[in-house]
């Protein structure tokens, strides 16, 4: 053999030694990475194991999604559709939908009594889908048919909780605005008892982020309900008794804290996938943009490839990569449950907005152990300031039908709020950012302030931040 052809091979085989030396050292350190990352998380009480996620299952006779229609109409496709969920039970969803979604006043403001009627008298068509529902939501359990067996083939609700949470929020309306309490108190209920659905009784597992925030927007909707009806002083002390009692009954942080759980180990459990399914999960990291639009035939092809160099640098990544990935994932996911206390019951803003502020850096750190993880991870802002708004807007509401109970037996609102114990209500709510009591004053024109100190946790003297959430305070508007 030619020197030159024998140096030639020295060097072949020399670079196959290393790569194959690079490969296991690799797959050694992140082997080793993730193992100490769920010992870490199991000290922490959290497991990391997606098999402690699954709900176990339930008697037909008993769980809501086994009631006719409630299936078809409120769970949705997951993301990669098996055989549990036919097609024609997703067309009846859309069909549902698209009818709840057929009238524009369904989200309007309507002001005048015959635009009321009007209102009610369009949607009465959905009165039967509403008793449907009502005998349903008597059944103690809420478990989806669907194969839980991978994160991203799980069952999830669709937007038709939404949809009906918003018709039967008008309907509410119109009834106060016909001066019919009691009539939009039996709508409201059945809004309020619609949160059962996307509780995963009786264990909450899994409890997804899609179906917290569905359960934060309906939560939301079911208050400014209620708070109309207050600044029309509509509400009568019967309904408002049943008002209090309802609210008492919405905590949505142990709800959120399980979500947050739940999407740190969703992820980690996704890359944990072979390496021959890497073309789902560039789907759903959503490698190249937010609005994947390459087909599955696309991906993997080899322009596609030479347009997306980062799919082919995964593809032949070391296995111990991924695992980096997942422990990379596991800490980031789960930095924002550090912000909630479940025991006193309140929640730290600026845990989150570190959490936050964390993950961006990790975004545009370039490191291949954080580049799934940084890429897959939403950024929760937004739905972290939207949760505590909202059940800041629940505890103000409990205090504030309180209120109106003894604006209704004395003609006026009290000096302070301890005056409304316990005949009126039997514990005042505090402000779930920081946990001191909510702030409340009289003023002029027979009205009064409550309000939250609000995600930049500063008492403004009351100054709402309006649609943005991270300023001002939160007011109750009466």
């Known amino acids: 053999m030619k020197p030159f052809l024998r140096w030639l091979l020295f060097i072949l085989i020399g670079l196959v030694v290393l790569t194959a030396l690079f490969y296991a050292e690799e797959n050694w350190r992140g082997k080793r ?15 990391l194991n997606w098999s402690a996620y699954i709900p176990p299952p339930v008697p037909d006779d008993q769980n809501i999604f086994k009631a006719p229609k409630m299936t078809a109409w409120f769970v949705r496709l997951p993301a990669m559709p098996n055989q549990w969920l036919t097609t024609n039970d997703f067309k009846e969803s ?4 698209k009818r709840l979604q057929a009238n524009k006043n369904t989200t309007a403001t309507i002001k005048t009594e015959p635009a009321a009627r009007d209102y009610l008298a369009w949607s009465d068509q959905f009165q039967p889908e509403f008793d449907l529902m009502r005998e349903a939501l008597k059944r103690p359990y809420a478990r989806m048919d669907g194969d839980y067996s991978k994160p991203n083939e799980q069952p999830i609700p669709n937007f038709a909780v939404r949809n009906v949470a918003q018709v039967l929020a008008q309907r509410a309306k119109c009834d106060l605005l016909l001066g019919q309490p009691e009539k939009a108190l039996q709508e409201l209920t059945l809004m309020h008892d619609m949160r059962r659905l996307l509780e995963a009784a009786p264990t909450g597992k899994p409890m997804t982020l899609v179906a917290a925030m569905f ?61 021959t399914e890497l073309t789902f999960l560039y789907k759903v990291a959503d490698l190249t943009s ?59 803003p600026r845990i ?26 939403p950024n929760f802002s937004k739905a972290e300031q939207t949760i505590a708004h909202n059940q800041s807007m629940v505890n ?13 037996a004395h003609g006026e ?66």
């Open 33 to 47: 990475a993730w193992e100490n990352c769920k010992r870490e998380f199991a000290a922490k009480g959290i497991k």
């Open 94 to 97: 859309e069909e549902f939908s």
């Open 215 to 275: 359960n934060v927007a309906v939560a939301g909707l079911y208050t400014d309900t209620v708070a109309e009806g207050l600044r029309q002083h509509t509400w009568q002390e019967p309904q408002l008794i049943v008002l209090q009692e309802q609210f008492k009954e919405i905590n949505l942080l142990p709800i959120a804290a399980a979500a947050f759980k739940m999407e740190t180990v969703a992820p980690v459990n996704t890359f944990a996938a072979k390496p």
């Open 290 to 348: 937010h609005a994947m639009t390459s087909s599955d035939k696309e991906i993997g092809s080899f322009w596609w490839c030479l347009k997306n160099p980062m799919y082919l640098l995964l593809k032949i990544a070391p296995r111990g990569w991924y695992y980096q990935n997942m422990a990379n994932c596991a800490v980031m996911e789960s930095k924002p449950l550090d912000g909630f206390n479940l025991e006193q019951d309140v929640v730290t």
């Open 352 to 377: 989150f907005d570190e959490a936050s502020r964390n993950l961006k850096k990790s975004s545009v750190h370039g490191s291949p152990f954080k580049l799934l993880a940084a890429i897959a991870i």
């Open 396 to 408: 103000e509401a409990q205090i504030a039908c309180a209120l109106e109970r003894y604006w209704l």
């Open 413 to 478: 609102y009290p000096e302070s709020l301890d005056v409304l114990l316990p005949q009126f209500i039997e514990k005042l709510p505090h402000d779930i950012i920081g946990g001191q009591p909510l702030h409340y004053r009289r003023t002029d024109g027979g009205k009064f302030l409550l309000y939250s100190v609000g995600w930049n946790e500063t008492d403004d003297g009351g100054q709402d931040g309006g649609n943005d959430f991270t300023k001002g305070d939160w007011v109750w508007k009466n």
